[in-house]
Nanobody
Framework: VQLQASGGGLVQPGGSLRLSCASSGSIFSINAMGWYRQAPGKQRDLVATITSGDNTNYADSVKGRFTISRDNAKNTVYLQMNSLKPEDTAVYYC???????????????WGQGTLVTVSS
């Protein structure tokens, strides 16, 4: 199983970006999916998660600005980021809890990270 994140880049404060993370490989089912971020010199923090039933959870710092969604047909999770601030600058990582076969327990997989830089 592999997760491929994309969509990062340089954006001005107040701008928007949309991150994508596609899962591929041997996938029987995907439970929760999420986005985390790690700023330089800081720990990796939760940004948003979404369950298989589309229940979402957000960090307080991004509520009202970021939206997480998923396309189950494409095994992909998205993060729409609006009203970006310099403090949103970080490497963004996606993860997914995936069951590769019907009889194996689900495991958590991580994408490689995509850099988001918010600067004028």
């Amino acid at each position: 199983v592999q997760l491929q994140a994309s969509g990062g880049g340089l954006v001005q404060p107040g701008g928007s970006l949309r991150l994508s993370c596609a899962s591929s490989g041997s996938i029987f089912s995907i439970n929760a999916m999420g986005w985390y971020r790690q700023a330089p010199g800081k720990q990796r923090d939760l940004v948003a998660t979404i369950t298989s039933g589309d229940n979402t959870n957000y960090a307080d710092s991004v509520k009202g600005r970021f939206t997480i969604s998923r396309d189950n047909a494409k095994n992909t999770v998205y993060l729409q980021m609006n009203s970006l601030k310099p403090e949103d600058t970080a490497v963004y990582y996606c993860n997914a809890v995936i069951r590769s076969t019907g009889w194996r327990p689900p495991l958590t997989y991580w994408g490689q990270g995509t850099l988001v830089t918010v600067s004028s």
